[in-house]
Nanobody, 126 residues
Framework: QVQLVQSGGGLVQAGDSLRLSCVVS????????MGWFRQAPGKEREFVAA????????DYADSVKGRFTITRDNAKITVYLQMNSLKPEDTAVYYC???????????????????WGQGTQVTVSS
C-alpha cells in the first residue's frame, strides 16, 4: 500500500508564507512525477505545480507562478510546496499526488495521477 501523508497548511494572513510537505511511504514503487493540486469550495480541483522526479522539469499554474515553489527530496521521498505572498484566493484544500507510470502524461490533469494525499486546508485571510 502506498501512502502520501501531507503536513503544513493552516490559517495565515495575506502576504504570509506557508510550506506544505508530502511524504511518500509504503511499498516500493517508481515515482515519475509529483504534483500539487487545490480545491476551493464549490470549485473543481485545479493544478498548482508539478515536478519530474528524476530530472529538472517543473511546471506551475499561471496563478501561482513567481509565488509558489515546488521542490523534492529524493532521499526522503518528499515533495514540498513553498507558498509565498499568499492571497485570499489561494484559500483551498491542497492535495499532493503521484504518478507511478512512465509515458506521455498531461501533468495538469488529475487523471494522470495514481495516488493522492489526504489534503490539507490552507486559509488566507485578507
Amino acid at each position: 500500500q502506498v501512502q502520501l501523508v501531507q503536513s503544513g497548511g493552516g490559517l495565515v494572513q495575506a502576504g504570509d508564507s506557508l510550506r506544505l510537505s508530502c511524504v511518500v511511504s509504503g511499498r516500493t514503487l517508481s515515482i515519475y512525477h509529483m504534483g500539487w493540486f487545490r480545491q476551493a469550495p464549490g470549485k473543481e480541483r485545479e493544478f498548482v505545480a508539478a515536478i519530474n522526479w528524476r530530472g529538472f522539469s517543473i511546471d506551475y499554474a499561471d496563478s501561482v507562478k513567481g509565488r509558489f515553489t515546488i521542490t523534492r527530496d529524493n532521499a526522503k521521498i518528499t515533495v514540498y510546496l513553498q507558498m509565498n505572498s499568499l492571497k485570499p484566493e489561494d484559500t483551498a484544500v491542497y492535495y499532493c499526488a503521484l504518478v507511478s507510470k512512465g509515458g506521455p502524461i498531461y501533468l495538469r490533469s488529475t487523471l494522470g495521477y495514481d495516488y493522492w494525499g489526504q489534503g490539507t486546508q490552507v486559509t488566507v485571510s485578507s
